[in-house]
Every structure is written in structure tokens, then in C-alpha cells.
């Protein structure tokens, strides 16, 4: 632990040069193209050593700020493009179907385990990004140190150890969950596909944004579900009088969605939007299952809360898990079932009896100890940076025409291609070349958005991915309709 | 890796000392009541050191073989009292139901949970019969060497160096598996909850044995089947006339079975029957969903074969995993699910989206390296001998009229209680006097069997132990109609 103290405060003196220099960018002091101090001339203005600087540097480097020139220095880095316009809004439907996107997801998952493949397509971070080794150490000692109590089940609702530390940072959230309110899952996954088992029946009718995460479809279709979608607004996330509308023509049982850093928007649905949706839902005594699973991942100062800040009624079924901050392998997740609860637990039991023990004694240690937030702040800045990187290099290599999402957190790319383009052809051209990309109509059970694409942004970026970025700009010309 | 086969040979030196007594006792060399030779005399004897005989004695005992008797040495043990007749098989039933036991396995579990309370209920071991340590330690030394591979997604069908061990061990057992037929899961119950929903849709009927394992049927009821209950005999399983006539008589989608060793009674299937069962349902294209989790727990000397080995169609979907000889709070499960591993891949995906990536790694490392069969022998062992421990005693202090079924591996005991005894009587007072057993009841959708117990033989046997069964033997006179 003294070794973890260490580390914070050598994060925190880097962070603190980076600032330094960030200030003087953005007050106007240092200028695009503008050399910037160097590294021993810094180290000496501020006291501080020169791994420090250059520990600093690399940090806005990375972040897209400054740029390094071999034999010369570090420049401020001109913005390379202005960013074109936002995606529009799907339209209205009005008709329920049956998700059927199944052989798309095979092959782009195929792709993600393919390490020849540019990564662009699956929502998965690099472990660099993540505390890998930190938690892997955590694992290691409890694996030496649990005796009996790692290898023995640990039955639902699950480690009261992370239990509680979910509770203690839910007051942050506004929810102020206690811990017997949470059931812990195998990943976000099995969180909402308990919540949505214990909420409906197989044939119900299911309203999600659209386009919706075809993770949520996928588990739809497999329970036999109808979905209704219901436009999404790339900023502001679900059209509540879309909802409204469609309520009053089915009979919608569920609501399912993403408010904060909506997969694939990256919109973040206003406060008072979620309270309104909450009320709307209870009016009617609709369950909405939300998935949070972004919700840490804020490019803003604060910590957005889920619409189940706003629930009064047990309503909301808070799903969310740490495979987006920590550690995707560990499989450790949870529900906050509302009024749902005891029946979540049942299914859970049914289902997979327990979740892992080791790694959820690692992640409620890691909560505990870690530095979590730390680790959050300097993941939040990544993310932003390589948001930001994708989003430059597609306004500089894709045609006109093009728009793209500002997501105001997580790490995901929504990018409406010119009109006529295939999607979908570019998806399949793109494999071709070694590129992988998640196409449109991946998040639509009806394959709408044929003229979209989703880009993750979960690696560092790097000259591999300007290479591919400006080879999918190429192709696309060659899938214009 | 050195220390490990410094242990398994001096595993060896003990047991060959424990068997050199046993043959004596075999062979009538020693008779119930004699005094062994002095642990000094007989380390002189075989040139074996005092702690190596020790060891044989302790284990000897714990096998309930031998007992100490303080300040005067070490007796061949004699048998308390012969053991009852065996239960009888449950009559058959014609109709199909929707099976409801939540409220008595909440109670069974809320027991399990307990630490004052003795556990004859729930089908838990004893963390000190596996190796805790050495799994563990694995596990540990595997967090710290990882490095990306231990928190990324292990997707779907799983780590292939666990599908591997799995494969290579199923030859064994007849089955000659490929890595590329098995999928891996969270425990045996999610592979079992993927093969069901694989091979059937909600609303169909499924046939299993009866009394069938209370967590097939909250499996059942939690995804709104019916349930047809098909009489199994004590010793051989599943009375396959009275499936054949069930099936003439309702639509069976899906058989579910535990012919090795079923859970509660122990029973297991002669290889004929197995045939026969593979082949009267791949006449009807019926899919056998089959739970060999008890498979390896064998008191004989031959691993029963599961009926996945007389498999010629792809039908049978063979479910298994560690948590019965390993580690259950790991976690780690699969599924060789036959002609429909694509549809159990893809619903894994959407269900869970992948089992934790460290658990696994440290599972297969420890089939790999790790002594797996020497465990196993010395696990079958203490299971056999604690199986033997709990029959004595009931047949000490049960009442007249009560039966005893004769497992012949795993570690549960079927017990019919004499005849108007009622078992859920027994299971409330038997509670209130903190001691857990499992209700009859809770192993039919009907609530069948209110006069049989389960009895778990998961734990080294102790004075807690005998202390207990004899007090439910009081209780039974009190739960008499």
C-alpha cells in the first residue's frame, strides 16, 4: 500500500506540470505551432525533475495537445480540421420486430480477436488503459490470502465487500443505494438480461433508443422479445414524445437504455429529461433497465446520475459493471433491481447460482484501495484525447458529407457517412483490408442506419490507426451508392 | 513445481502404508475391535518414517477404518449396525407441472450460509477437501504473470487451453471430445440454462428424473417449462419404460438427466440403459441434456462413462464442471452441447458475454500441472468414507422403517423416512435445532417425496456429525403423522 501512495503522488505532480502547460494553451499564451518549453528548461522553472516533464509531455501527447517533432521539440498541436456537423436523428417507427443481426456480431467479434486487425469496431479498451497490472496484483494476494473463502460459492446477492463499496459510490451518482439493494452479476450482460427476465415475459414488446446497442438486441432476440425503437437524439439521447407515442399505439412492458454515454451516441440525456422519463414510465408502471455502464467515463467535471437518481418508485433496474474502468476478464457486474429485487436474485440463482468469487473480492479491494478515481481521472482524459483524435482524423480523411457525434463521454464514435454510402460494404471492404468498424445496421433490429458506422476509440492512438482512418475515408468513396 | 512432486510422492509413501493396513483388515488379519500395530512398531516395520504412519492412521480414520482410543492406540473399527434397505422408487405420474420450491430453497440456502449450522442440507463441500491451497495459489501466481490477457475478455466458446484439458481428459471417459465441440460457462448451471434454452423454447415440456435436483427444476420453472417427472430407481437411475410411455403420451422437447451419480440419490445408469436412453431419444430426435458433474466422484475403479459416449447424432448436450472437485467459487463450467454448440455460443454471448478469463486460466493450469487425478483419488476416497460415516449413523439412530440409498460416488444420501414421518416437519424442527438437511419436497415439481430426506455428505466426519444425525433421528419420532 505505501508503494500506491507513492504512485498517486507522482500522478498528481505530472498532472500538475500537464495542467501548467494546458493553462498556457488555453489562455492563448502558447499558440498552435508554437514551441513549447523544454523539457530541462521546464523541470528547472518548476522544481520538478525531468521524468517528470517528460512523464507530463507524454500525457498531452497522448491527449492530442502537444505534438512531439523528432530533433526538434514539442510543438501545441494544430486542431487538423474543423469538426463537420453532428448525426441526425433516426426517424420514428412504428412497428415492433424481432432482432435478427446475429452474423454481423460474429464476424465483428471475430475481427476483435484478431490482433492483425485495426481495432476500430468492438468496444473494447486497451488493457494498457486500464490498472492491469494494479488489479491482477490485487487478485494475486487475495488468490494467496482467501484460503477457503476464494474457492467457496458466494451466493447471491453476492460479495457484501462490493456491495458496499457500489453503495458508497452511489451517493455520488445521487442514487444512495445501500447494499442489500444490489444482486452482483457476471458483467453488465447478465445484469440486464436478469433485469429484463424478472420484468417481462418472452413475446413482450420492449422499447429502446434507436439505434440501440446491439448487445441489448442480441439478448432480446434470444428471449423472444418484440422491440419497439424509439429515435435517439446523437446529443441529448431518447425522444421522450417518440415514447410517449408509441406507448399510447403498443403495449410496452420495458424500457431499455443508455442515458449516459448512450452505445452507440455517445449522447448523455439531460437531467431533467431523466426525471421526466422516470415519471413517465411510472405513471404507467413500466420498468426502465438502464445500463450505466459508461456512466464513470464523463468527459465533463461531473459524474452524470442515472435516471434512477430520479426513481421513487423502484422502478429502475440499474445495471452496470467494471468491464469499461477495470477489467473486462474479471466478468464482475450488478444490478440494482428496484422493486425487482428478490426476483433477480431467484433468476440469478437459476441461472449461473453465483458470480466468481476472486475477482469480486479483487474489484471490492481495488474500490477500496486502489486509487479508483485516480485511475478514473487519468482514463477520462485518455478517452477524451483519442475521442478527439478519431474524430480529426475523420474530418480530415472521410468525404464531405460525413458527420460525426460529439460524445460527451465513453469512447465510442457515431459517424453518419454521406448520403448513399454502404455501411455496410464499407464494413466489409475495411475487413478486407485488416480495418474492423461495427456497421449501422448492427444497431437496429430492423438494419436501419445503413448509411452509419460506429468507431471505438478504446486504444491509444497511434500513426496504425491515422493509416486506417485515412484508408476508410478512401473507401468510402468506393461504396457511395 | 518441485515441492508439488515432493508432495505427491509423499502422498504415495502414506497411501501405501494406509493400504497395507486395509489389506489386513480385508483379509481378516485384523477383525473389528483389534488393536493395530503402534505407529513406532510399524514405521520399523516398512521403514517408514513416524509421520508417514501418522498420516496412513489419520486417514485411515477419517475413513472411518480405524479409530483412535485416547492412551491406548489405534482399532480396526466395526461396523455400528447394518445399514437399512434402500429406498423405494417413486411411482410414476402422468402429468406434467410447473415446479414452485422457492421458498424452501431460500431457506436450505439462508442455512448454507450459516456457520452455527450443521450442514447436512445444502450439496456443499468442504473447502479442506479440495485444494484450496494449491488452486489458489495458482490462480495467484497466474494474476501476477497475465499481464492484458488476465483482465481482457475470454470470449465465447472460451480459453482454449481449459477447452484443451477438457477435451483431452473427456477421452478417458469415452467421449474423445474436440476443444472445438465444448463452450465453457459459468459452472455447470449456466451450461445447463444454455442448453435449455438451446434445444427448447418456454411453455414446452421437459421430462427429468424424479426425484430430480431442485436446481434443474428452478432452472425449469424460471424459464416457464413443464416438467414431466419420470420414476428413477435408487441404484440405476431413470426407469426408461416409464419414459417411453410418458413420451407416447406428451410432447417431450428435451430429457434432462444426472446418470452418474444423481442428485439426491446416487444412483448410476448401467451403460446399457445409458445406450438405450441415447438411442430411444435420437429416434425421436429428442436432445438429452445431461449433468455429469458427480462423474469423476466414482467409489469404483472405473470413471463412469457419461451417455454423451454413445452419442452418435450430436443429440446429447453433456454439461459439467469444477465445482464439485475443484474450486466452485470459481466459477468454471462447460458444455459440449452437440449439434447445437452455435446456438449455445451465441446465447453464452448474449447471456453473460464471456466467463472470468483468471479463474479459467488457473482451472486449466491446474488440470494441466496441478495433480488433478491424484486429488481426485484422495477426494473419492474421504467422499466414500464420509458417505459410509453418515449411513452408520443413521442406521444407528433413525427409527425402524427408515431407508438408505447405496451411492456409489458422489457425497448425497437419499433417505426415506419411515413410513407418515414428513419431512418438512422434520427439515423446520431439525432447523430450529440448527441443523440443515434437505426436504424431500424440494426434488419434485409435485412436491413429491414428503416423507424422503437428502442428506449432504460434503464434510469430514466429526462428533458435530454424529451429535446431529442423532438428533434428527430423535426429531423423526416427533415429525411421525
Keep these: 500500500m505505501q508503494q500506491e501512495t507513492v504512485a498517486v503522488e507522482q500522478g498528481l505532480l505530472y498532472e500538475r506540470v500537464a495542467a501548467h502547460i494546458e493553462e498556457l494553451i488555453e489562455r492563448g499564451t502558447l499558440r498552435p505551432g508554437d514551441r513549447i518549453p523544454s523539457v530541462r528548461r521546464l523541470a528547472r522553472q518548476q522544481s520538478v525533475s525531468i521524468a517528470t516533464v517528460l512523464q507530463a509531455y507524454l500525457e498531452l501527447e497522448n491527449r492530442g495537445i502537444i505534438e512531439a517533432r523528432p530533433q526538434s521539440g514539442h510543438y501545441v498541436r494544430a486542431r487538423r480540421a474543423p469538426l463537420p456537423p453532428e ?9 415492433t420486430s424481432r432482432p435478427s443481426i446475429e452474423s454481423m456480431v460474429a464476424k465483428l467479434y471475430g475481427a476483435g480477436r484478431d490482433p ?32 477457503g473463502a476464494g474457492v467457496s460459492y458466494d451466493l447471491p446477492p453476492g460479495l457484501l465487500a462490493l456491495r458496499r463499496q ?5 451517493i455520488e451518482w445521487g442514487c444512495a443505494l445501500s447494499a442489500d439493494d444490489i444482486v452482483t452479476t457476471v458483467g453488465a450482460a447478465e445484469a440486464l438480461h436478469l433485469c429484463l427476465r424478472a420484468a417481462t415475459r418472452p413475446g413482450d414488446t420492449v422499447a429502446v433508443e434507436s439505434p440501440a446497442y446491439y448487445g441489448l438486441l442480441r439478448l432480446l432476440a434470444s428471449l423472444n422479445m418484440r422491440v419497439i425503437e424509439i429515435p435517439s437524439h446523437p446529443r441529448t439521447g431518447m425522444d421522450l414524445a417518440a415514447l410517449a407515442e408509441a406507448m399510447g399505439r403498443h ?8 442515458p449516459n454515454f448512450n452505445n452507440p451516441l455517445g449522447s448523455l440525456m439531460p437531467d431533467e429529461a431523466k426525471e421526466e422519463l422516470v415519471e413517465m414510465l411510472g405513471r404507467r408502471e413500466i420498468p426502465l433497465i438502464e445500463d450505466d455502464i459508461y456512466g464513470d467515463l464523463h468527459f465533463g ?6 435516471a434512477k437518481a430520479f426513481d421513487k418508485r423502484g422502478l429502475v433496474m440499474l445495471c452496470s459493471s467494471f468491464s469499461k474502468t477495470l477489467a473486462p476478464g474479471y466478468r464482475v457486474g450488478w444490478a440494482a433491481p428496484g422493486i425487482f429485487r428478490e426476483e433477480v436474485e431467484q433468476l440469478k440463482f437459476a ?23 485516480h485511475h478514473l481521472r487519468a482514463l477520462r482524459r485518455k478517452l477524451a484525447a483519442q475521442v478527439e483524435r478519431v474524430s480529426e482524423a475523420v474530418a480530415a480523411y472521410f468525404p464531405p458529407g460525413t458527420r460525426i457525434s460529439r460524445p460527451a463521454g465513453g469512447f465510442l464514435l457515431w459517424v453518419e457517412l454521406p448520403p448513399g454510402t454502404s455501411a455496410h460494404l464499407l464494413f466489409e471492404r475495411a475487413l478486407a483490408r485488416g480495418i474492423s468498424i461495427a456497421p449501422g445496421p448492427l444497431f437496429s433490429a430492423k438494419q436501419r442506419f445503413s448509411g452509419y458506422i460506429r468507431l471505438s476509440c478504446g486504444h491509444p492512438w497511434s500513426e496504425l490507426f491515422d493509416h486506417a482512418i485515412r484508408t476508410l475515408g478512401k473507401l468510402c468513396a468506393e461504396c457511395a451508392g
Tied chains: 1, 2.
Design 251 to 258: 403495449r410496452i412492458r420495458a424500457v431499455m437504455a443508455i
Design 116 to 147: 492483425s486487425i485495426v481495432p476500430l469496431g468492438a468496444g473494447f479498451l486497451d488493457p494498457d488503459l486500464l490498472p492491469t497490472e494494479r488489479i491482477n496484483r490485487s487478485a494475486s494476494l487475495i488468490a494467496r490470502s482467501a484460503g
Design 351 to 373: 441461472q449461473s447460482v453465483a458470480t466468481a468469487t476472486l475477482p469480486q473480492m479483487a474489484v471490492a479491494d481495488f474500490l477500496d484501495n486502489g486509487g479508483y478515481d
Design 87 to 95: 448525426p441526425r436523428a433516426a426517424r420514428a417507427c412504428t412497428t
Design 166 to 170: 457500489i453503495a458508497r459510490r452511489s
Design 301 to 306: 467535471d461531473e459524474r452524470p446520475r442515472p
